[in-house]
């Protein structure tokens, strides 16, 4: 199974609980290449925390181990009630709030890591970036060009998903932009998230600084001080350039899909949601929050992968759902033979099969 990058603790926005949290990098990051690394990085919540769920399930590090052979950041969290820290709600209200503080900190994370080093030579390293685009600016009659960072949007991708339990709370998590306003302007009432959010920053800035000595990935011999320099360079050109934008923020265009595996429908959803009922995926009314839903956005792309053994959602319920949903941005996927735990012969490498398939798109 994967090693974490980081291991830490994430403190929810709703009341600075402490998350018990994972990071994962990808091996497309710590072992560089000639190709530009696209920023996406995926949050997986796990079964229900009273029946023994946490973050060491084995559907739920299998497919972290998937996510990251596509080149996924993966970050895994315990609810509370997880290894016998706090208590699992009986609405399911703190639990979205909580999944949310994992997406907002792994977004502050992953926008600030840097590129990827790639040496071209022992000598000559160069920061596996595209070519700066060229900035015109205006000087009465004078025309000055400068390389500058491109006021254009940078793209980048999360994927909210879960397994079980995990998989309801990840569909009852607000859209996108919601999540992001909480990126940009955390709440008042949360300083202590605040500030996790200025450390993730921090932290994601330094990760080469701290890490790139004990790497075994390279080729050929690895000249860290002119890595430094060629770091440095581009702090002083990303710098440089922020003065000549005024100070403006780099904008982030951050797009959505969502991963559920054994997704809980009801009745079984509704009693762990203390009989709630759901909105999410049309399922009816009533939820925990009747706010729109990131799944239920036009954009957001969705799979759901399911067995037809599962004992918690009987084969009908599940092939009525998919029947109601399944569209160009929705997909189902029906395993045969499996169950809810995916423990039967050859049904987990199908699981992989689908995921990996879905998440290299």
Not at 73 to 85: C, E, I, L, Q, Y
Not at 220 to 240: I, M, P, S, Y
Request: net charge neutral.
């Amino acid at each position: 199974m994967p090693t974490p990058s980081l291991n830490l603790q994430i403190p929810s926005y709703h009341d600075a609980h402490l998350l018990d949290a994972r990071v994962y990098l990808p091996a497309s990051y710590n072992s560089p290449t000639t190709q530009h690394w696209h920023r996406k990085v995926a949050i997986i919540g796990h079964p229900y925390a009273p029946l023994g769920g946490s973050y060491d399930d084995h559907v739920v590090l299998k497919v972290v181990q998937t996510l990251l052979r596509a080149g996924w950041v993966v970050s895994t969290f315990n609810f509370r009630g997880a290894h016998g820290k706090g208590r699992t709600s009986w609405t399911g209200k703190l639990e979205v709030k909580d999944f949310v503080s994992v997406v907002v900190w792994c977004l502050a994370y992953v926008q600030s890591l840097p590129p990827p080093v790639v040496p071209v030579s022992a000598s000559s390293p160069r920061l596996a970036v595209p070519p700066s685009p060229l900035r015109v600016f205006p000087e009465g009659k004078e025309v000055v060009v400068e390389k500058c960072e491109a006021e254009e949007e940078e793209e980048m991708e999360v994927l909210i998903g879960g397994y079980s339990y995990g998989s309801l709370i990840a569909s009852l998590t607000p859209p996108v932009p919601d999540v992001l306003e909480l990126l940009e302007t955390p709440p008042a009432s949360a300083p202590t998230f605040a500030k996790a959010l200025l450390t993730a920053k921090e932290s994601a800035r330094r990760w080469l600084d701290t890490h790139s000595s004990t790497r075994t990935s390279y080729s050929g011999t690895f000249n860290r001080a002119a890595v430094h320099a060629a770091l440095q360079q581009e702090e002083n050109r990303k710098l440089e350039c922020e003065q000549a934008n005024h100070g403006v923020d780099k904008k982030w265009k951050v797009t959505a899909r969502y991963l559920l595996v054994s997704p809980l429908l009801p009745p079984i959803s509704s009693f762990m949601m203390g009989f709630a009922g759901m909105k999410a995926w049309g399922l009816g009314r009533g939820s925990v929050d009747e706010r729109e839903k990131g799944i239920e956005t036009a954009s957001a792309r969705v799979l759901a992968v399911y067995g037809d053994g599962d004992t918690f959602t009987g084969i009908r319920k599940y092939r009525k759902w998919r029947e109601k949903m399944e569209c160009e941005r929705w997909r189902g996927v029906e395993v045969g033979g499996a169950g809810h735990f995916w423990h039967e012969e050859g049904v987990m490498e199908i699981l992989v099969g689908e995921v990996e398939e879905w998440a290299r798109v």
